[in-house]
Antibody, heavy 120, light 107 residues
Framework: QVQLVESGGGVVQPGRSLRLSCAAS????????MHWVRQAPGKGLEWVAV????????FYGDSVKGRFTISRDNSKNTLYLQMNSLRAEDTAMYYC?????????????WGQGTLVTVSS | DIQMTQSPSSLSASVGDRVTITCRAS??????LAWIQQKPGKAPKSLIY???SLQSGVPSKFSGSGSGTDFTLTISSLQPEDFATYYC?????????FGGGTKVEMK
């Protein structure tokens, strides 16, 4: 079945950078849009970014625009999130999620998440 | 941005109860509405898309309805494994937005 495995989380100081990865398997990765969604401790879900199936379209949430960059490597079945200028409020579990289409916004599968903690 | 408002924010129910959660969008979103379940310490799981269509493998005790601005999620007979937090999410336009969540607790 569809598998999404995130990695790259950890503890990072404010202002520093971190890159998350999401390895996808058991579906044709290059046919589907992909999302990052985060959840701060004890809080609800917050959408972060989407990338279309071919990487030609990208959208971001207002809170990360200009600081985070979503990308993908279809030859490696891998999704990325480059996070720069990190802030304490970026502390969250980051989930990789598969779109049901090219980037419709309807999510059908979720990864298990990787935890990012921004702290000095 | 489209705001999604869920009610109630929490509810207490017993095994076998029928439970209904509502979600309201700040503007019309047609039927571009999903429902997501999250159990404590676990990843989210998608239950429903297009307001009323079940994701593969989701039991028929879950049902969704609505269109435009008002939507509902109903669990026909609550089971122990259904105690969780439920979120609605609109995908009519970017940025995607989620409701604040409804925590279903055991009475």
């Amino acid at each position: 079945q569809v598998q999404l495995v995130e990695s790259g989380g950890g503890v990072v100081q404010p202002g520093r950078s971190l890159r998350l990865s999401c390895a996808a398997s058991a579906f044709t990765f290059s046919n589907y849009g992909m999302h990052w969604v985060r959840q701060a401790p004890g809080k609800g879900l917050e959408w972060v970014a989407v990338i279309s199936y071919d990487g030609s379209n990208k959208f971001y949430g207002d809170s990360v625009k200009g600081r985070f960059t979503i990308s993908r490597d279809n030859s490696k079945n891998t999704l990325y999130l480059q996070m720069n200028s990190l802030r304490a409020e970026d502390t969250a579990m980051y989930y990789c999620a598969k779109d049901s289409g090219r980037y419709s916004g309807a999510i059908d599968y979720w990864g298990q998440g990787t935890l990012v903690t921004v702290s000095s | 941005d489209i705001q999604m408002t869920q009610s109630p924010s929490s509810l207490s129910a017993s095994v076998g109860d029928r439970v209904t959660i509502t979600c309201r969008a700040s503007q019309g979103i047609s039927n571009d509405l999903a429902w997501i379940q999250q159990k404590p310490g676990k990843a989210p799981k998608s239950l429903i898309y297009a307001a009323s269509s079940l994701q593969s493998g989701v039991p028929s005790k879950f049902s969704g309805s609505g269109s435009g601005t008002d939507f509902t999620l109903t669990i026909s007979s609550l089971q122990p494994e259904d105690f969780a937090t439920y979120y609605c999410q609109q995908y009519n336009s970017y940025p995607l937005t989620f409701g604040g969540g409804t925590k279903v607790e055991m009475k």
